[in-house]
Structure formats: C-alpha cells, structure tokens
C-alpha cells in the first residue's frame, strides 16, 4: 500500500517540478573567445551589468548598460528584451553571475562572460569608449 501511496505522489509531483524547472534559464559561463563568437553569431541581447561610471570607461560595442544593482534591473532587462539570448557581462564575472541568477525565471538563454571585461581587455578584443 505505501509503495501505491509512493508512486502516486510521485505521478503527481515530477511531472510538476518538470513544468516548474522548464521556465527556468539555461546559463552558459563562457571564455572570451566564445562570448565574442557568441555575440558576433547570435542574435542576443547584450547587457554590461556594470555601473554606468564603468561603462563610460569601456565597454563591448553594442553593448546596454543595465547596473546590476539597480532595484529596477530585472523589469529594465525584460522591456528591452526582444530576442531569447541574454548576454551579460561585468568587471570579473561575479555581478553578471549575480544578473543571471536575478533573471533565471524569463526561460531564455543566458551567456554569461565567466571572467569577465578585464579578461576580454587581456585578451586584446575590440573596446569602445
């Protein structure tokens, strides 16, 4: 009887946290190269989380400046959002860690630059001031 009372709770409740794990994002923490092949090839919406002060100094072209730390980040991201990849970015990868956990439930695609603008500067890809 248990294991009857067993498979129904478990009829019920995976198919459920499937659905509720569905609408979640798929995050991608990627190298450099592959951020700039990613954003030359895809169609993404490229976010620098940084604070605007940051962005001023440099930033990747084409890049939107949404601070991170903004209390309206999340919303500003999603009125801007027009195609189903993020591409997010910061100084070394710990605030557009930061980002994509604020916007794991829009169900998009989420390339995120593992360490970061000071990396790709190292690795001598393009700026603009």
């Given at each position: ?22 609408s ?75 980002a ?30």
């Open positions: 009887m248990k294991s009857i009372k067993a498979l129904f709770i478990l009829g019920i409740f995976l198919p459920l946290m499937t659905f509720c794990q569905s979640k994002s798929d995050l991608k923490s990627v190298s450099s190269q592959e951020f700039k092949k990613i954003i030359e090839s895809k169609s993404v919406f490229l976010v620098d989380v940084r604070t605007e002060g940051e962005f001023q100094s440099g930033h990747i072209k084409g890049a939107t400046n949404i601070d991170v730390n903004d209390p309206d980040f999340a919303s500003k991201v999603k009125s801007n959002l027009k195609v189903k990849s993020l591409a997010l970015y910061c100084r070394s990868g710990n605030r557009s860690k930061l994509a956990s604020k916007l794991s439930e829009m169900g998009v695609t989420i390339y995120e630059l593992n360490s970061g603008f000071k990396d790709w500067v190292q690795a001598g890809l393009p700026v603009e001031n």
